[in-house]
């Protein structure tokens, strides 16, 4: 690396005062273009955060072998979903990457040795959420992936690694579901306001109770919680992006939880704010 891609890096993310962590429920990809409670809600949260330098996504919907991290200049808008309106297909996010950003991330991280990644872009579970909380495509964004072969744990002090970089001016954020369970999906039920399944319900309950105690060990060990878990967390890609968030947080950090409600039955929205 030369000389002057160092001095790039190291004047780039000077000290800042600490940056907030969000993890954002997703939800449909149409929400990126539809008005409803959970678009204000994000553009709500959006109002309330200081401009960052840069903004790392983790997102459920890139999952690989190692951990990666986009590393192009202008990364592309992934439609990375089908059946939808051609409305969805022409939404642009043209928000530029961050070279630097990926650069910093892979020497901050001991744990693992992080890839740069020069062919994915910003999938839906980045784009769809931060063209709501930055609108003008105006701030650096960089995807970090979820290793599909790690354990939960892994993924929880993965994320306690990132913690200096909140410190240097990055939003980080997590983009999934806690409760996301398709092939549940109430579809007759996706107009009906707040509906639930009884077990999607209890896990939901669970998961508040638990992320307003500070009980992360609970929260990694979901796979031990019983049959509203399981149902509610089928595959883990979607829940891990809440670890990364919740690995982020130090003891005195306030919590808050907002567009915290069910969709279709098996799908939550609930996202969260810390600091």
Do not use: C
């Amino acid at each position: 690396m030369s000389l002057h891609t160092l001095h790039t890096i190291s004047t780039a993310f000077e000290p800042t005062e600490k940056m907030p962590v969000l993890f954002l429920g997703h939800g449909s990809p149409m929400n990126a273009i539809e008005e409803n409670e959970f678009v204000a809600g994000f553009r709500q949260a959006g109002r309330e955060l200081p401009k960052p330098k840069a903004i790392l996504v983790v997102s459920a919907h890139w999952e690989t072998r190692g951990t990666q991290v986009t590393a192009m200049q202008n990364p592309r808008t992934i439609h990375d979903f089908g059946g939808f309106p051609k409305a969805l297909f022409d939404v642009q996010y043209p928000a530029p990457g961050s070279p630097e950003l990926a650069q910093e991330t892979k020497n901050t991280v001991t744990k693992t040795e992080i890839g740069l990644d020069h062919a994915w872009g910003l999938d839906h579970g980045a784009w769809s959420v931060v063209k709501h909380l930055y609108p003008n495509a105006d701030v650096p964004v960089i995807q970090m992936s979820i290793d599909h072969f790690q354990s939960p744990a892994y993924h929880y002090e993965l994320a306690q690694e990132l913690a200096s970089l909140r410190k240097k001016g990055v939003l980080i954020i997590g983009s999934g579901n806690m409760v996301h369970n398709l092939r549940l999906v109430a579809w007759n039920k996706l107009n009906t306001p707040n509906f639930a399944f009884d077990w999607a319900l209890e896990a939901s309950d669970k998961m508040r109770q638990f992320i307003l105690a500070g009980d992360h060990q609970a929260l990694i060990n979901f796979s031990a919680l019983g049959k509203s878990f399981q149902l509610a967390i089928p595959t883990p890609e979607h829940y891990i992006p809440l670890l990364y968030a919740l690995g982020l947080k130090t003891e005195d950090e306030p919590i808050r939880l907002f567009n915290d409600k069910a969709v279709g039955g098996s799908i939550t929205m609930t996202s969260v704010k810390i600091g």
